[in-house]
Structure formats: C-alpha cells, structure tokens
Nanobody, 121 residues
Framework: QVQLVESGGGLVQAGGSLRLSCAAS????????MGWFRQAPGKEREFAVG????????YYADSVKGRFTISRDNAKNTVYLQMNSLKPEDTAVYYC??????????????WGQGTQVTVSS
C-alpha cells in the first residue's frame, strides 16, 4: 500500500501558476504510476495527468495540455503538478493517485485527501 498527501493548493488569479506536490509513504513509490485527478463542484472527477513509474511517459487531458506539467522524483517519493496559465475553469479539488497504468483512469487504486485550487477571474 501507499499513502498519499497533497499540498500546494490555494487561491490564485487567472493567468497565474501553482505547483502541487504529493508525498508518498513507503518504499514502493517507484512501482506505481502516478496521476492527478480533479473534481469541480457539481462535476464528475476528471483524469487530468498521468506519469509512468520511471517518469518517461506522460499523459495529459486536452483540457490541461500545454499548461500543466507532471513530474516525479522517486528518490523523494514525490510527484508534482506544475500548473501555469491557470483559468477559472481549473478551479477544483485536486487529488493525487497511485496505480498500475499511467493513462488508464480505472487503474488508480490509492488516493490522497485532495487539495483545493481556486482560480479567480
């Protein structure tokens, strides 16, 4: 098992940037693909980005492509989400997740508690 704790959320103006971090417990972090999901009020959870175990391949949803960057540091058991050019529609609770496939949203088994990102217009 792996436990995940997100940080870095907050309030930012449109056009601004934020970097989210997700720290994982345990010594098996490098075995997991990692991803970030988000859920806006009244909407379904969206699979935003994913990254393979070694960080070599990444998935981006069309809604974030070109603005968000996922990365990981296996030595620090941490995955990051750099969010640039933020828009009000990016407002959501962002969840870090660990699983077996970087681009299959159905294969994420472990979840963090979420961190709120609010983008003001």
């Amino acid at each position: 098992q792996v436990q995940l704790v997100e940080s870095g959320g907050g309030l930012v103006q449109a056009g601004g940037s934020l970097r989210l971090s997700c720290a994982a417990s345990g010594r098996t972090f490098s075995r997991y693909a990692m991803g970030w999901f988000r859920q806006a009020p009244g909407k379904e959870r969206e699979f935003a980005v994913g990254i393979t175990q070694n960080g070599g391949v990444k998935y981006y949803a069309d809604s974030v492509k070109g603005r968000f960057t996922i990365s990981r540091d296996n030595a620090k058991n941490t995955v990051y989400l750099q969010m640039n050019s933020l828009k009000p529609e990016d407002t959501a609770v962002y969840y870090c997740a660990a699983g077996g496939s970087y681009n299959n949203k159905g294969e994420y088994d472990y979840w963090g508690q979420g961190t709120q990102v609010t983008v003001s217009s």
